[in-house]
């Protein structure tokens, strides 16, 4: 199923927050986006960090990632070839609402019941 967007919003108070959430809402799009800023990484190095993601969702969020210039791929001409993935100029703008998620996440694990 082809994940379809808006190309316009109805813009009442909620449109931001439904555009933000539109490019960087789902399961995985945020962690990729947190695991980048920090540095560059390859492909499986990513699938390492993030064990529960499919090899074929990690590549659909990367793809969705790199189509709204969050983030940027690079391709070295080698054999195999070599492709790493970073954060883009305009991903690092993210930058403080990804790091408020992760603060806002501790903060309510924290408060949830241990489980057994």
Same mark, same amino acid.
């Given at each position: ?37 920090? !540095? ?43 492709? !790493? ?17 992760? !603060? ?13």
């Amino acid at each position: 199923m082809a994940h379809t967007r808006h190309s316009k919003y109805d813009c009442h108070l909620g449109c931001p927050v439904e555009a933000a959430l539109e490019v960087i809402g789902g399961k995985w799009k945020g962690i990729i986006l947190y695991h980048l800023l920090s !540095e560059t990484m390859r492909f499986n190095q990513l699938r390492r960090l993030m064990p529960e993601v499919t090899q074929r969702m990690l590549t659909r969020q990367l793809r969705e990632l790199e189509a709204d210039n969050l983030i940027s791929r690079k391709v070295y001409p080698e054999v195999p070839p070599k492709v !790493e993935y970073s954060i883009s100029e305009y991903g690092k703008t993210l930058a403080p609402i990804i790091h408020a998620l992760k !603060e806002w996440g501790l903060r309510h694990l924290e408060k949830m019941p241990e489980q057994s």
